[in-house]
């Protein structure tokens, strides 16, 4: 059964204004007096700036090309995340030889664009450059590779990025780590070594775990639970969890979200929604689209009920471009925007919530 979904509650104006603050967040006018002295409707980020959250959306290099895409994500979002840029594929293509250039192009567009950005990934199972997967490492030697990939990375992006995705899914369904290159060699000991090595590169940016699949109550996100305290215990450094939040409506809407999140930020961690999407199986239809934009309305208040949830990253902002239907054929139609950009039933619930219902 669902619980009722609660409205936002809007929290006092100091303490919106302080956490605005910490997030470099300037305080915001609702909405923009255009060049013609009408005024245009608050984006999204502005309307979550009240709250004292962000509201982004993740962008991959060849996006930046359409212009239409890049110039609507730079007005409405306030934060954006390299969907691939940053990743290690990208920037240590082969050992040692590091290529910031995709992740540079982000950053710069971002500061164009006046958006701050969220470093995604230093540490992930997934594409690895070939020297790395198909290398035979010792211990030692794949410690010390892991240590300067981080070192360097969070080096060069120091002040360019607020948060980083230090590990990105190390954890299985079940809640036993996953055996990806690093726990199979190093054990499950890299997790900690990773967070200090990012920390001692760039000491004041925020390092998160981040997994799908953990945006309620599970057995997934009872191990991360774990594993955060631990870390905690042991003065590992962490600042948050990200909830990458890839949902898809035939799957039921997660139980427990608002607990789940409310459980992490008692840990004294800063929790985000980081890869927002919500899938449906095609055609699209209105009933879906109704309950999609159920789901956003509800994963958006959730957000704003837990003083610790920072912000939420929608993982690309329209249908037009989306990881979904390279990976699942028959689905899709998952983002508030459409493939036309224009606004979808999820856009009005996201607004909806962030409007105080
Ligand atoms: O770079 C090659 C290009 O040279 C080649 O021509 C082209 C042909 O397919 O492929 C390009 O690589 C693609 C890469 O994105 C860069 O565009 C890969 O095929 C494609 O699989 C890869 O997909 C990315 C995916 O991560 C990989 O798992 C998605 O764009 C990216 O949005 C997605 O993001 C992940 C997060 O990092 C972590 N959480 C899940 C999320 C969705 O899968």
Redesign the pocket.
Known sequence: MRAPARRPRVRSAALAAASALLLGLAAAPTAGAAADGHHRPATLHELAREHGRYFGS?V???ELTDTAYADLLGREFGTTTP??GM?W?ATEPQRGDFDFTAGDEIVDYARAHHLKVRG??LL?H??LPDWLTSGTWTAAELRAILRNHITQVVKHYRGKVFAW?VA??IMNEDGTYRENIFYTTLGPGYIADALRWARAADPTVKLYL???NVDGLGAKSDAYYALIKRLKADRVPIDGFGL?G?LALQYGFPAGVEENLRRFAGLGLDVAFT?LDIRMILPADATKLAEQADWYGRITEACLAVRRCVGITL??YSDRH???P??FPEEGAALPWDEELRHKPAYDAIRSALSGG
Do not use: L, M
Request: cysteine-free; overall charge negative.
């Open positions: 993740a991959d290099n060849p969907g691939n990743k594929y995604h990934t992930w997934s594409q995705d990105n899914e981040n997994d799908y990458q890839h890869e993982w690309g989306s990881w979904i390279a990976v």
